[in-house]
């Protein structure tokens, strides 16, 4: 009917203006992109006399103790502890063995969750 006609166009219009801004979006996006790696700023270069630079080379392993531990969340995400620099050791210690018993039963249980998956993936094939 023209009545469903009009509405068509009316949707067909809009759809256009939601598209031709979008698309104005992006363009002002890529504008302003580095163009070149001459474009891309660099990190300014460590202070030669700083006591806090750690020196590593590819492959190495760093300890990161001083940030505090990882925490396993139970949706398997991590964050770290925010406070930690503000704990006294007595507490960072506490933290330490109840975080690590935690990590291990919440590992223990993403494990399980993750093979589970699998095998009913496995099956549906």
Same mark, same amino acid.
């Given at each position: 009917?023209?009545? #469903?006609? +009009? ?15 979008? +698309?104005?979006? !992006?363009? !002002? ?6 163009? +070149? &790696? &001459? =474009?891309?700023?660099?990190? %300014? %270069?460590?202070? %030669? @006399?700083?006591?806090?630079? *750690? %020196?590593?080379?590819?492959? =190495? +392993?760093?300890?990161? #103790?001083?940030?505090?531990? *990882?925490?396993? $969340?139970?949706?398997?995400?991590? /964050?770290?502890?925010? $406070?930690? #620099?503000?704990?006294t050791e007595s507490e960072q210690a ?6 690590? &018993?935690? @990590?291990?039963? /919440?590992?223990? *249980?993403?494990? #399980?969750?993750?093979? !589970? @998956?699998?095998?009913? !993936?496995?099956?549906?094939?």
């Amino acid at each position: 009917s023209a009545a #469903d006609m +009009t509405f068509s166009s009316k949707c067909f219009r809009s759809s256009l203006l939601v598209l031709a801004s979008s +698309t104005s979006k !992006e363009d !002002e996006r890529m504008e302003s992109a580095p163009k +070149t &790696k &001459k =474009d891309v700023k660099a990190l %300014p %270069p460590p202070d %030669p @006399n700083s006591k806090d630079a *750690i %020196p590593i080379q590819l492959g =190495d +392993t760093v300890q990161m #103790d001083d940030m505090g531990p *990882i925490i396993i $969340n139970a949706d398997g995400s991590m /964050r770290r502890i925010a $406070n930690w #620099d503000k704990m006294t050791e007595s507490e960072q210690a506490v933290a330490w063995r109840r975080i690590s &018993k935690r @990590n291990e039963e /919440r590992r223990k *249980i993403l494990k #399980d969750q993750m093979q !589970e @998956n699998e095998e009913e !993936e496995g099956g549906k094939r």
